[in-house]
Nanobody, 125 residues
């Protein structure tokens, strides 16, 4: 069973940056596509970005507008999300996710196969 643990969240001012990390344990992460989702209070879970097993394919939702970067280090079983130029609307719990199918993880409206417990990101002046 794949286990995902996020870290790196916190409170920043608008325009600030954070780097989220997701440590995986269990099966090797290089068998899975990975993604970041987020959920703001009272809102539904939404996909932020996803990345294929070896990192050759990636996808970002429109609202990212070039501000975030997803990456992975399979040797460390870790996934990252660099958040730059943060805005108050980016305030949410950010979740790391994984699935054996890149297409499912990046395009399906259904929940991912694996998801962590989340890390809070708050953007406020």
């Amino acid at each position: 069973q794949l286990r995902l643990v996020e870290s790196g969240g916190g409170s920043v001012q608008p325009g600030g940056s954070l780097r989220l990390s997701c440590a995986a344990s269990g099966p090797s992460l290089d068998s899975f596509a990975v993604a970041w989702f987020r959920q703001a209070p009272g809102q539904k879970l939404e996909r932020v970005s996803c990345l294929s097993e070896r990192g050759e394919r990636s996808k970002y939702e429109d609202f990212v507008e070039g501000r975030f970067t997803i990456s992975r280090d399979n040797a460390k079983n870790t996934v990252y999300l660099q958040l730059n130029n943060l805005r108050p609307v980016d305030t949410a719990v950010y979740y790391c996710a994984a699935d054996s199918s890149y297409s499912y993880l990046c395009y399906s409206a259904n929940p991912p196969g694996y998801r962590g417990q989340g890390t809070q990101v708050t953007v406020s002046s």
